[in-house]
T-cell receptor, first 109, second 114 residues
Framework: DAKTTQPPSMDCAEGRAANLPCNHS???????VYWYRQIHSQGPQYIIHGLKNNETNEMASLIITEDRKSSTLILPHATLRDTAVYYCIVLLRNNDMRFGAGTRLTVKP | DGGITQSPKYLFRKEGQNVTLSCEQN?????MYWYRQDPGQGLRLIYY???????QKGDIAEGYSVSREKKESFPLTVTSAQKNPTAFYLC?????????????FGNGTRLTVT
């Protein structure tokens, strides 16, 4: 089963890009990578997902390496409201979705 | 508006009592999930269900039970066998068969057992 590894914490200056890495070296060919974030005591919020190609939406960009063993979530212009815990998850074929500990991103003024 | 409703937001129980947490969705999603979150920790999967009358154990199913009698409802019972039931419980759902469909989460129930 694909598991993910993320750094426990990161800091970013307000207005700069935040680049959050995730390793998923055991991912299978048709398993998607999802990113969520959680602000204190709320349900996680969906950000973006992808399979092979890079993806972009109004919130973020997702860069997936060619071998699919890792990915990076990019918040292009981080604001103080982006301070949250960010989770990288792989959706398994049997609909199993398991969250790791995530990365606590702190955006500083 | 479509979404997931968890109730109540806060729940208090005495030790030794079973308690049932409600989760209802009107998104017509097939798959539903229960996660537990402890302070400062990530989410851990308790149970998930892909279709009515079927469910699978997650990483920490011991001391919990679920039922899926209706597509829109997936209640979680925290039994007296659960050693440390105080936690934040999150319910989620997603469309099954749409392999790139994201999870939608409720706002959680915070359970305190004393």
């Amino acid at each position: 089963d694909a598991k993910t590894t993320q750094p426990p914490s990161m800091d970013c200056a307000e207005g700069r890009a935040a680049n959050l890495p995730c390793n998923h070296s055991t991912i299978s060919g048709n398993e998607y990578v999802y990113w969520y974030r959680q602000i204190h005591s709320q349900g996680p919020q969906y950000i973006i997902h992808g399979l092979k190609n890079n993806e972009t939406n109004e919130m973020a960009s997702l860069i997936i390496t060619e071998d699919r063993k890792s990915s990076t979530l990019i918040l292009p212009h981080a604001t103080l409201r982006d301070t949250a815990v960010y989770y990288c998850i792989v959706l398994l074929r049997n609909n199993d979705m398991r969250f790791g500990a995530g990365t606590r991103l702190t955006v500083k003024p | 508006d479509g979404g997931i409703t968890q109730s109540p937001k806060y729940l208090f129980r005495k030790e030794g009592q079973n308690v049932t947490l409600s989760c209802e969705q009107n998104l017509n999603h097939d798959a539903m999930y229960w996660y537990r979150q402890d302070p400062g920790q990530g989410l851990r999967l308790i149970y998930y269900s892909q279709i009515v009358n079927d469910f699978q154990k997650g990483d920490i199913a011991e001391g919990y039970s679920v039922s899926r009698e209706k597509k829109e409802s997936f209640p979680l019972t925290v039994t007296s066998a659960q050693k440390n039931p105080t936690a934040f419980y999150l319910c989620a759902s997603r469309a099954f068969g749409e392999y790139n469909s994201p999870l939608h989460f409720g706002n959680g129930t915070r359970l305190t057992v004393t």
